[in-house]
């Protein structure tokens, strides 16, 4: 079955550093989706791409969406203490948008 | 708006039991998935509907149940718990066309022992 696997599973970092998570799927997907879940919270949606190489911003947070729809990557500029959170990639594979599958997740420490 | 709804929010079961995790959605979402989120293994698809009356596996749907009878509510039952079980179980719903991802409920943490 599909997989998606995320690396790494642990950043630590100072503060106003960069950070990236990679994320990497099996087959090919329909979309891939980015969710944030603080500790103790659920996961809570940050943005979807649905193009072949597509690349979105919002604000410090660069993502993008492989030519193959295969990868996807998430890049945090100048990381502050309210980044901290595991970060989620997520996508259904081509043709059943209905199953959503996860990647395990990159949790992100930052150091005042 | 409530958005999605779960309850219990805390259950401890005993081996053996049986159990239903409540999930509701007021958005009209179609499609709606139950995931299970154990430390280091991120979350794990248990069964997922794209509509009322439509259920399908997902990654780990042994030992739980789901039925789909109106598009609001989707219950997640629990056959007969196992300490395997124990997990925090999310609830979530989207629109088919998933513009906006999908929405997660607060979550049940259910311990079986």
């Known amino acids: 079955g599909q997989q998606v696997m995320q690396i790494p599973q642990y950043q630590h970092v100072q503060e106003g550093e960069d950070f990236t998570t990679y994320c990497n799927s099996s087959?090919?997907?329909?979309?891939i989706q980015w969710y944030k879940q603080r500790p103790g919270g659920h996961p809570v949606f940050l943005i979807q791409?649905?193009?072949?190489?597509e690349v979105k911003k919002q604000k410090r947070l660069t993502f993008q969406f492989g030519e193959a729809k295969k990868n996807s990557s998430l890049h945090i500029t100048a990381t502050q203490t309210t980044d901290v959170g595991t970060y989620f990639c997520?996508?259904?594979?081509?043709?059943?948008?209905?199953?959503?599958?996860f990647g395990q997740g990159t949790t992100l420490q930052v150091k005042p | 708006n409530a958005g999605v709804t779960q309850t219990p929010k805390f259950q401890v079961l005993k081996t053996g039991q049986s159990m239903t995790l409540q999930c509701a959605q007021d958005?009209?979402?179609?499609?709606m998935s139950w995931y299970r989120q154990d430390p280091g293994m991120g979350l794990r698809l248990i069964h997922y509907?794209?509509?009322?009356?439509?259920?399908d596996q997902g990654e780990v749907p042994n030992g739980y149940n789901v039925s789909r009878s109106t598009t609001e509510d989707f219950p997640l039952r629990l056959l007969s718990a196992a300490p395997s079980q124990t997990s925090v179980y999310f609830c979530?719903?989207?629109?088919?066309?998933?513009?906006?991802?999908?929405?997660f409920g607060s979550g049940t943490r259910l311990t079986v022992v």
């Open positions: 791409l649905v193009k072949s190489g």
């Open positions: 509907s794209v509509g009322a009356g439509i259920t």
């Open positions: 958005m009209n979402h179609e499609y």
């Open positions: 087959t090919t997907l329909s979309n």
């Open positions: 979530a719903s989207s629109y088919s066309r998933q513009s906006y991802g999908y929405t």
């Open positions: 997520a996508g259904p594979p081509s043709g059943n948008t209905g199953k959503l599958i």
